[in-house]
């Protein structure tokens, strides 16, 4: 697969670039890959090398940031993507069996995507909401909180329903 920016993206980099020095313009890495995710659903290995040519920084260093944060996808996902915290202050207070509830109710396991291309399930790493556990993230933009089995349930019709 090949990846070609279009001038529509390459001047969303540019925007971005240009809050920066001009000698610190790879400081735009996570603003470009959320760019090219928010374009394609994903991003692809041929978009980091794209976005390390246009900030002239090695591709494995882009590389390292798209691996480092969980929001960045790497690999398609589903039209809705569902991060769980289940990290220790949340897995006290139910963050795992949130996830366990979702992923069984369904029919995947953690990091898999429904069927019919709706839904993504993944744990994640802290959200920082503890005190508000189980939480969640939807499609990297709407958190929600005290995620009980009800309240899961009922997110999980609506976002199917809304397809």
């Given at each position: 697969m090949?990846?070609a920016?279009?001038d529509?993206?390459?001047?969303l980099f ?7 020095p001009p ?7 996570m ?7 928010h374009e394609?659903?994903w ?6 090398e ?9 591709p ?5 940031v798209t ?6 996808n790497q ?5 809705f ?12 207070r139910?963050g795992?069996?949130?996830l366990?509830h979702?992923c069984?109710?369904?029919g ?7 069927a019919?291309?709706?839904i993504?399930?993944q ?5 920082g909401?503890c005190?508000d556990?189980?939480?969640m993230?939807v499609?990297?933009r709407?958190?929600?909180s005290?995620?009980s089995?009800d309240?899961?349930?009922e997110l999980i019709?609506?976002l199917k329903?809304s397809v």
């Amino acid at each position: 697969m090949t990846f070609a920016l279009t001038d529509a993206t390459r001047a969303l980099f540019d925007r971005e670039v240009a809050k920066y020095p001009p000698d610190q313009k790879q400081s735009a890495v996570m603003a470009c890959l959320s760019i090219v995710q928010h374009e394609q659903g994903w991003v692809p290995p041929q978009a980091e090398e794209a976005i390390a040519a246009h900030l002239g920084m090695a591709p494995i260093a882009v590389r390292e940031v798209t691996t480092f944060y969980n929001m960045y996808n790497q690999q398609p996902v589903g039209r809705f993507k569902l991060n769980i915290c289940t990290n220790l202050p949340c897995q006290l207070r139910n963050g795992q069996t949130a996830l366990d509830h979702v992923c069984h109710k369904l029919g995947v396991e953690p990091y898999g995507t429904t069927a019919d291309g709706c839904i993504t399930v993944q744990p994640s790493e802290c959200l920082g909401a503890c005190a508000d556990a189980p939480v969640m993230l939807v499609n990297d933009r709407e958190m929600l909180s005290f995620m009980s089995q009800d309240r899961l349930d009922e997110l999980i019709d609506t976002l199917k329903r809304s397809v």
